[in-house]
């Protein structure tokens, strides 16, 4: 195993990690970053959005090398129920801009670039390792760590836990608690593979523009949860997920889950004739800012999903990762430039300068809205989807009947399912957690 001591050593090799990894190793720390994986991304088979303003401060010069799929163009947000969906659509020709706003990616192929990048700072990458735990002195500050390696034991003064939502090295060493079931969803994901021309003719695209669609209702069974379409060159990323205590609750399986959502007339077409390759399980934090763990302490700080550092209703967790590694790198380097030690005192700048980014005031500023959605979760993901398509139809069907009486079934639709009372009260307190 390695003998010699390293400024910092990261946990693992996603995007929290290799933000982390690569912002130190090019201010000239000596980084070791550990991962699992036969390579950097290699268990990452999860497809995702990038947002270029939180890379372009890692990597300045990425388009120009990284492996992207396409930019996009259009955003749709869909309301569904068993036949039919009610959408907000949002396109604009601003996104074909010279250096356009978001992405669609393929992790695997991704991370792998990122740490790539990293390790060309300067970061020593030690991939097919097991962490097993945190190695502390007598005084209970983290010092290192064992891998399952001979001798297996590597120091560094500070540690990087980027180990994703469900790791164990945290709360093996007390660090932190594991997340409850109502604060993790489960993500389930395929990818369908058809040639690009179809993508494009189905998706009116050219070129490598690209459509994202999101989407909500009856597809989640009444669980809080949401299903997901991505457009990539070759393929299409379609996914759905729930949160874990909602299945453990309802006896849903994902894939059955997933399966539906596939078959609904809204979806089938756009994925008509494709070939699946791959399948996967991804666990995502669902909490919101009230899940945030202790983010630092002697000799450690924990960054990305390990530290439920997600944005659940904006569906934004990779900008978050990349923006936690990178601003723990930074701290972590301000701390080591003054040749302060690795206390927790000192740590404590990174909660600091991430409280000062948009990662905590965003999630702070919607810290109500995870618990209301679940709570309500059959009215805003079974009740009120079905009334607002069933609405939607009687308006836009002719068939005769007056408009006065078509009204009134709506109203009484409206009032059957759930009480003026009810609603106006779910309506407040969707209101109230937004503000």
Known sequence: MIEERFDAIVVGAGMAGNAAALTMAKRGLKVLQ???????????????????????????????????????????????DGKSHTGLHHRSDDFNEEKPNR????????????????????????????????????????????????????????????????????????????????NVALAVKEMHFLPRETIEARFNLKGDEGVVIEAAGTISAGMTGMGFLYTNKESISIGIGCLVADFQKSGETPYDLLDRFKKHPSIAPLIEGSEVKEYAGHLIPEGGYNAIPQLYGDGWVVVGDAAQLNNALHREGSNLAMTSGRIAGEAIFQVKSRKDPMTKQNLALYKTMLDDSFVIKDLKKYKDMPGLLHIQSQNFFLTYPQLINKALQNFVRVDGTPKIEKEKTTIKSFVSARSWGGLFGDAFRFARAWR
């Open 34 to 80: 550990i991962e699992r994986g036969e390579y950097p991304g290699s268990k990452n088979v999860q497809g995702a959005i990038l947002y270029a303003d939180m890379l372009e401060k890692l990597v300045p010069d990425f388009r120009e090398d990284a492996p992207l799929e396409r930019h996009l163009v259009e955003q749709r947000f869909w309301m569904m």
């Open 103 to 182: 992405y669609t990616i393929i992790r695997a192929q991704f991370d792998k670039w990122l740490s790539s990048r990293a390790q060309e700072a300067g970061a020593v990458v030690l991939c097919e390792t097991t962490v097993k735990e945190l190695v502390k002195d007598a005084y209970g500050k983290v010092i290192g760590v064992l891998t399952d390696r001979d001798g297996g034991e590597v120091h560094a003064d500070v540690v990087v836990l980027a180990e994703g939502v469900n790791g164990l090295l945290g709360t093996k060493a007390e660090l932190r608690e594991r997340p409850t079931p109502d």
